[in-house]
């Protein structure tokens, strides 16, 4: 099983700025995605935003132009940075990953205990 520890969360005024952190940890696993989702409450669970082994990427439109994912495939470690925080991003944030483990071989999904992102006006 492949475990996934998050930080960075907090509380920000908005403008603010936040970066999380999400580091995975096991044994002979590979990587083929990671992300990051959010759930406010009374809200559904949305994707924010992922990144591919390739590096290539993608946001949710709310988030563009203010939010970057970055990962070191080296340190099995996905960032999101967060910028020009808004009250509209305060919500649990996630972070998942997905890809294969080889002792047993199997492909694995994966997910953070959250950490709550609270932007205040």
């Known amino acids: 099983q492949v475990q996934l520890v998050e930080s960075g969360g907090g509380l920000v005024q908005a403008g603010g700025s936040l970066r999380l952190s999400c580091a995975a940890s096991g044994s002979d696993f590979s990587i083929n995605a990671m992300g990051w989702y959010r759930q406010a409450p009374g809200k559904q669970r949305e994707l924010v935003a992922h990144?591919?082994?390739?590096?290539?990427?993608g946001y949710v439109d709310s988030v563009k132009g203010r939010f970057t994912i970055s990962r070191d495939n080296a340190k099995n470690t996905v960032y999101l940075q967060m910028n020009s925080l808004k009250p509209e991003d305060t919500a649990v944030y996630y972070c998942?990953?997905?890809?294969?483990?080889?002792?047993?071989?199997?492909?694995?999904?994966?997910w953070g205990q959250g950490t709550q992102v609270t932007v205040s006006s």
């Open positions: 998942n990953a997905r890809g294969l483990t080889r002792m047993p071989l199997r492909s694995f999904d994966s």
């Open positions: 990144i591919t082994n390739g590096g290539g990427s």
